[in-house]
Nanobody, 113 residues
Framework: QVKLVESGGGSAQPGGSLRLSCAAAGTIFSLNIMGWYRQAPGKERELVASIRSGDSTNYADSVKGRFTISRDNAKNTVYLQMNSLKPEDTAVYYC???????WGQGTQVTVSS
């Protein structure tokens, strides 16, 4: 059974930074495509960034140049470095194993002054 546990959410001011982590267990992590999604109140969940086993990445247009997804296969962990945060980045952020279809529990990110 795949288990994903996110951490690192919290509050930041506009222009600030946060780093999210997602630790995976019960999966062959190094082979999987991992993704970060977010869901703001009243909106649909959207894909923010994804990373393949070969470290190729994709980003939503809204976060390109500000967010960076990375992975450490030795630690079974995927990261989302979020810089130049904006109030519209406020959402619950979820990690997903896109091969196994497993979700983490989510972590709140709030950007406000």
């Amino acid at each position: 059974q795949v288990k994903l546990v996110e951490s690192g959410g919290g509050s930041a001011q506009p222009g600030g930074s946060l780093r999210l982590s997602c630790a995976a267990a019960g999966t062959i992590f190094s082979l999987n495509i991992m993704g970060w999604y977010r869901q703001a109140p009243g909106k649909e969940r959207e894909l923010v960034a994804s990373i393949r086993s070969g470290d190729s990445t994709n980003y939503a247009d809204s976060v390109k140049g500000r967010f960076t997804i990375s992975r450490d296969n030795a630690k079974n962990t995927v990261y989302l470095q979020m810089n130049s945060l904006k109030p519209e980045d406020t959402a619950v952020y979820y990690c997903k194993d896109m091969i196994m279809g497993a979700w983490g529990q989510g972590t709140q990110v709030t950007v406000s002054s």
